[in-house]
């Protein structure tokens, strides 16, 4: 058994905590810091329902240590936006009707957000490539592709 | 699905790592943590220490020189798909990444750690057996270097020691202008191939093959070279005739079998990829600069 204590920034706050090594990021980021938000599936980093933003790269939470995390700028899906002003991404998702239970939905967005920072004009292809690493048992992969195409857009400012 | 125990270590240079390496007893490396994380949750794996090396700083970085391409163990896959100068001299690098793992592991994913792991589906392992990479490993007792045709020992086994890490690799650069090819099958994209072939052909100016070197991997436990094409090639022009003996002794390896495909059918796509790989290797657009 180890402890350490740990001081990251998620969603732009800073946070110290005390956590076990053996603690995975997305066990830290539900169950001790409260952010419910980030799903947990499959826990082997196959379904990418976990995946944030580690220092502006997409990642697996369940496949990173919460001690691997001291020092990191972590972003989740609680920090694109509110419900009562959803992000460009969230907008795009909810127009397209790009969810239909929501479980891969955090997973889906900020594997897409982080795309977009990288890519601002991806096509249909490169979408379709990134998110093979996300799975949607519901089956809307047709309507998240056209929801990541339609916040493309929407933030080039071309729509 | 919860990793078991461990005494976690995250050294922060090489010298501390090696005291460790030299103390702790039933200890594992963890790199970018994207198959051995997924083995501790799944408590295949159950060390009594975890040795981080994420924050020994040196670890990481290209670096080319006339001859080679250096590459540390612990550099990102993501971080080599980005690299302009890697895409200039091994084009075909950036090609087969595209085929490891997904867009949210090349994130924290390293070549050091996938040639540590060595699945036979793996695409980095194949390209050091098509680059002849030498893998600088060191311990406690000292540094050594490991030819690729010895760093394969057999299913989920390297030849790195217990006490020892992969500091680099180091590829052979190919000359300026060559061809590549890269190919592999998998069931959906992102998965580990059942098969796959990355071939690279230098043309001497009368469009004669001067050299070929053609790997297939996750036919057989390790990558495998086809070294008997490979020297028939040579001296040859590029033919139909040259695209079918690849293809059958690709199709000759000893393919394993599990339970989605036979080895049958395994031996079968490895012809297929193979011909795929060298057909692309040969297009003169194809070919570096």
């Known amino acids: 058994m180890s402890a350490r204590k740990i001081n990251l920034t998620v969603n732009g706050e800073a946070v110290e905590a005390e956590v076990e090594a053996r603690l995975n990021l997305a066990d830290f980021l539900r169950q ?11 826990e082997h980093g196959v379904c990418g329902a976990c995946t944030v933003i580690v220092d502006g790269r997409p990642a697996r939470a369940c496949l990173m240590l919460a001690v691997q995390a001291d020092g990191a700028k972590v972003e989740t899906v609680e920090s694109l936006g509110t419900p009562e002003s959803l992000s460009e991404l969230q907008q795009a998702f909810r127009d397209r009707h790009a969810l239909q239970c929501g479980f891969c939905t955090p997973g889906m967005l900020m594997t897409i957000e982080a795309l977009l920072r990288v890519e601002g004009s991806p096509t249909r292809e490169e979408i379709r490539d990134v998110l093979s690493g996300n799975l949607c048992r519901c089956t809307g992969y047709q309507a998240i592709v056209d929801a990541a195409l339609d916040a493309a857009e929407a933030r080039r400012g071309t729509r | ?163 020892e890490y992969l500091q680099s690799i180091r590829l052979r650069r190919w000359p300026a202008g060559h061809g590549y090819g890269f190919s592999e099958y998998a069931r959906r994209r992102g998965d580990f191939a059942i098969a796959g072939a990355g071939a690279l052909l230098e043309f001497a100016e009368d469009a004669r093959i001067r050299r070929a070197a053609i790997v297939v991997f996750g036919v057989e436990p390790g990558p495998v070279r086809l070294v008997e094409v490979e020297q028939i090639l040579v001296g040859q022009t590029f033919s139909e005739a040259v695209l079918a003996e690849a293809a059958a002794q690709a199709s000759a390896l000893d393919a394993m079998a599990d339970v989605h495909v036979s080895a049958a059918y395994r031996r079968h796509l490895a012809g297929v990829v193979t011909r795929r790989a060298l057909t692309e290797a040969a297009r003169p657009a194809r070919q570096a600069v």
């Open chain 1, 32 to 42: 001790a810091i409260g952010l419910t938000g980030t799903h947990v599936g499959c």
């Open chain 2, 1 to 163: 699905m919860k990793a078991p125990p461990f005494t976690y270590h995250d050294p922060r240079s090489r010298d501390d790592l090696i005291g460790l390496l030299a103390e702790l007893e039933n200890a594992k490396l963890l790199a970018g943590g994207q198959s051995l994380v997924p083995m501790l949750n799944f408590r295949v794996v159950a060390p009594d220490h975890l040795i981080d090396i994420n924050r020994i700083p040196d670890l990481a970085g290209i670096r080319l020189s006339a001859n080679a391409v250096v590459l540390g163990a612990m550099t990102r896959q993501w971080d080599l798909q980005a690299s302009a100068d890697l895409a200039a001299t091994a084009p075909i690098i950036r090609e087969a990444l595209a085929h490891v793992g997904h867009f949210q592991t090349r994130s924290r994913g390293t070549i050091g750690g996938s040639c540590c792991h060595l699945d036979p589906a793996a695409e980095l392992p194949a390209l050091c057996a098509l680059f002849d990479a030498e893998f600088d490993v060191a311990g406690p007792n000292g540094a050594r270097i490991v030819k690729v045709g010895d760093w394969f020992k057999g299913y989920l086994e390297s030849a790195l020691e217990e006490r």
